[in-house]
């Protein structure tokens, strides 16, 4: 039987805190993901820890504003004395529960990008994976990797104002990639992967405690995509006129604009100066500067504006005009209205007619797993986003997608996992899936 135990680190004011063994009471983590991100799910580590120190309690100065600062936690878990890494997390909530005993929650990287908030941005060509997620995170310093087999990929369009989690979920969906924090410190884009022939790992009955339920899902009877195509519009519209205040303002636009320009306070000013350009020319009284216009800040879809004389802000633009078509996939056979399942994506604004088809195909293939089984597994390096093999009931087999973990560090690295996917025709047969089969149509767009 496997040693095992978990070792969590924190650094503190330029110290480095670490906690294992019996100080530690509890760990769990539960890691999800979507794997053809129709969402991009928070990653969760939830923590109790014994410490008689008596600058580590909440009241101490030292680590009073550990919630402010999102605290970053590195866990690794020792199985036989050899490290593994679990992953890197950031502080969310914190309690002493007794004075020597604290309780933590931590969450993911993405947990942090649903907090904070996105502007929106727009792409009117073809861009690659690899400019658009540079375009997003870079300048909001946060670390990543993107799979090389799919940083050449391209869409184009439109993301709106939200949280840095929407943006990178209308990405990953578009771009078909899934979204990823399990056993890193970083953030992690890798290609869709899903059931089909090949696996990562053979799930033994001797790695897990068997027979554990299995559960049939609904069939998809259809599915409908609505795709986005941004053209230039013919007529400027005046889309924000007020009366501000003297202060600091951020004007988000609630959808893409060209040739925006903006009339009122606010800008930069421009001063004239001499010919040498060491001083200013002023008034005759000496008192004022002259100011030759200026100019407005400007970010990726937003407005700055510097308020030092209140006054009235006008911003006119030419709206991109977004033309909207349906992509649908029918399931063969599915003519009983009492039986349809149908599943609909219209807010999807990176997918362009150009990719909708191939979008679509991946869904259909995603919604085709049908076998859900949720097995506890003995200590092994399985993950999320592994493809498994592994026996079921009635001495059959499965071929799936892990969508969800939670590992008890402290209970023996046990994981209660979720799988998907379809039916195995057995282990030395030739691999293959059973998926629905359908039509695919493209229709004009009405909603």
Same mark, same amino acid.
């Given at each position: 039987?496997?040693t095992?135990y *978990?070792?969590?680190s924190m650094v503190?004011?330029?110290e480095? #805190?670490?906690?294992?063994?019996?100080?530690?009471?509890?760990?769990?983590i539960?890691?999800e #993901?979507?794997?053809?991100s129709?969402e991009?799910?928070?990653?969760?580590?939830?923590?109790s820890?014994?410490?008689t120190?008596?600058?580590f309690s909440m009241?101490a100065g030292?680590?009073?504003?550990? #919630?402010?600062?999102r605290?970053?936690?590195? %866990?690794?878990?020792?199985?036989?004395?050899?490290?593994?890494?679990?992953?890197r997390?950031?502080?969310?909530d914190?309690?002493n529960?007794t004075?020597?005993?604290?309780k933590f929650?931590?969450?993911?990287i993405?947990?942090v990008?649903?907090a904070?908030e996105?502007?929106?941005?727009?792409?009117?060509t073809a861009t690659t994976?690899?400019?658009?997620?540079?375009d997003?995170l +870079? *300048?909001?310093?946060v670390?990543?990797?993107?799979?090389?087999?799919v940083e050449?990929?391209?869409?184009?369009g439109?993301i *709106?104002?939200?949280?840095?989690?929407?943006?990178?979920?209308?990405?990953?969906f578009?771009g078909?990639?899934?979204?990823?924090?399990?056993r890193s410190?970083?953030l992690?884009f890798? &290609?869709?992967?899903l059931?089909d022939?090949?696996y990562?790992?053979?799930i033994? +009955?001797?790695?897990?405690?068997?027979?554990?339920?299995?559960?049939?899902?609904?069939?998809?009877? &259809?599915?409908?995509?609505?795709?986005?195509n941004?053209?230039?519009?013919?007529?400027?519209?005046?889309?924000f006129s007020?009366?501000l205040?003297?202060?600091?303002?951020?004007?988000?636009?609630e959808?893409?604009?060209?040739d925006?320009? %903006?009339t009122g306070p606010?800008?930069?000013?421009?001063?004239?100066? %001499?010919?040498?350009?060491?001083?200013?020319?002023?008034?005759?009284?000496?008192v004022d500067?002259?100011? %030759?216009g200026?100019?407005?800040n400007?970010?990726?879809?937003s407005l700055y504006? +510097?308020?030092q004389?209140? &006054?009235?802000?006008?911003?006119t633009?030419?709206?991109?005009i977004d033309?909207?078509?349906a992509?649908t996939y029918?399931?063969?056979g599915s003519?009983?209205f009492l039986n349809?399942l149908?599943?609909?994506v219209?807010?999807?604004?990176?997918?362009s007619v150009?990719?909708?088809?191939?979008?679509l &195909?991946v869904?259909?293939?995603?919604?085709a797993?049908?076998?859900?089984q949720?097995?506890k597994?003995?200590p092994?390096?399985?993950k999320?986003?592994?493809?498994v093999?592994?026996?079921?009931?009635y001495?059959?087999?499965?071929?799936?997608?892990?969508?969800?973990?939670?590992l008890?560090?402290?209970?023996?690295f046990?994981a209660e996992t979720d799988?998907?996917?379809?039916?195995?025709?057995g282990?030395?047969?030739?691999?293959?899936t059973?998926g629905?089969t359908?039509?695919a149509a493209?229709?004009?767009?009405?909603?």
């Open positions: 039987m496997s095992t *978990p070792s969590i503190v004011g330029g480095t #805190l670490t906690f294992s063994g019996e100080e530690v009471v509890t760990a769990v539960t890691e #993901l979507s794997p053809i129709v991009i799910p928070i990653s969760v580590f939830e923590f820890i014994i410490s120190d008596e600058d009241f030292t680590h009073f504003n550990l #919630l402010s600062e605290l970053p936690v590195t %866990v690794y878990e020792y199985v036989d004395d050899v490290p593994y890494l679990i992953g997390f950031y502080l969310d914190w309690e529960t004075e020597y005993t604290f929650k931590a969450i993911d993405i947990g990008l649903a904070t996105f502007d929106g941005g727009f792409w009117s994976l690899k400019s658009i997620f540079a997003v +870079n *300048p909001i310093d670390g990543y990797t993107l799979d090389a087999s050449d990929a391209e869409v184009l439109w *709106p104002p939200g949280t840095y989690r929407d943006a990178l979920q209308q990405i990953c578009a078909m990639v899934v979204a990823s924090t399990t410190i970083t992690n890798i &290609g869709v992967s059931p022939v090949e990562d790992s053979h033994l +009955n001797e790695n897990k405690f068997i027979n554990q339920p299995v559960k049939l899902l609904p069939l998809v009877t &259809g599915i409908e995509l609505v795709s986005h941004y053209s230039e519009g013919d007529d400027p519209v005046e889309f007020e009366e205040a003297i202060g600091s303002y951020k004007i988000v636009f959808q893409p604009y060209i925006i320009s %903006v606010g800008y930069t000013p421009v001063l004239l100066t %001499v010919e040498g350009g060491a001083d200013t020319i002023t008034t005759e009284d000496g500067d002259i100011e %030759v200026g100019e407005y400007f970010g990726p879809n504006l +510097n308020v004389s209140a &006054g009235l802000v006008t911003i633009g030419t709206p991109w033309s909207k078509r992509f029918t399931e063969e003519e009983d349809k149908t599943i609909k219209e807010d999807a604004t990176l997918v150009d990719i909708a088809e191939t979008v &195909g869904m259909s293939d995603y919604y797993q049908r076998y859900e949720h097995i597994l003995r092994s390096e399985v999320i986003n592994d493809i093999l592994t026996s079921t009931l001495d059959k087999h499965i071929i799936a997608i892990v969508q969800k973990m939670s008890d560090l402290t209970g023996g046990l799988i998907l996917g379809s039916r195995y025709p282990i030395y047969a030739t691999p293959g059973y629905i359908g039509t493209e229709l004009e767009y009405s909603g």
